[in-house]
Nanobody
Framework: QVQLVESGGGLVQAGGSLRLSCAAS????????MGWFRQAPGKEREFVAT????????YYADSVKERFTISRDNAKNTVYLQMNSLKPEDTAVYYC???????????????WGQGTQVTVSS
């Protein structure tokens, strides 16, 4: 089992920045690919970003490229999502998740956090 706890969400004005953190415990963190997903009100959960075990490979949804950066610190068992130039359409609950392989689809991820709310005001 892997337990994931997100933090860092909040209310920010459009154009602002937030950094989300996801702390992992349980099995060896560095064995897992980590991803971020988000779910806006009335919409399905969607892929945001993912990072491989070493941090050397990352993938992003087109909607967040050039604005968001995923990173990880295996010594701290933590994955981050730096979000810059935030837009009102980025408003959602953000979830981190752990998987055994690089993937952009939900069903590839075995473990999920409880989510953290990000609200971007216009």
């Amino acid at each position: 089992q892997v337990q994931l706890v997100e933090s860092g969400g909040g209310l920010v004005q459009a154009g602002g920045s937030l950094r989300l953190s996801c702390a992992a415990s349980g099995r060896t963190f560095s064995n897992y690919v980590m991803g971020w997903f988000r779910q806006a009100p009335g919409k399905e959960r969607e892929f945001v970003a993912t990072i491989n075990w070493s941090g050397g490979r990352t993938y992003y949804a087109d909607s967040v490229k050039e604005r968001f950066t995923i990173s990880r610190d295996n010594a701290k068992n933590t994955v981050y999502l730096q979000m810059n130039s935030l837009k009102p359409e980025d408003t959602a609950v953000y979830y981190c998740a752990a998987a055994g392989r690089i993937a952009t689809i939900e069903k590839a991820y075995d473990y999920w956090g409880q989510g953290t709310q990000v609200t971007v005001s216009s």
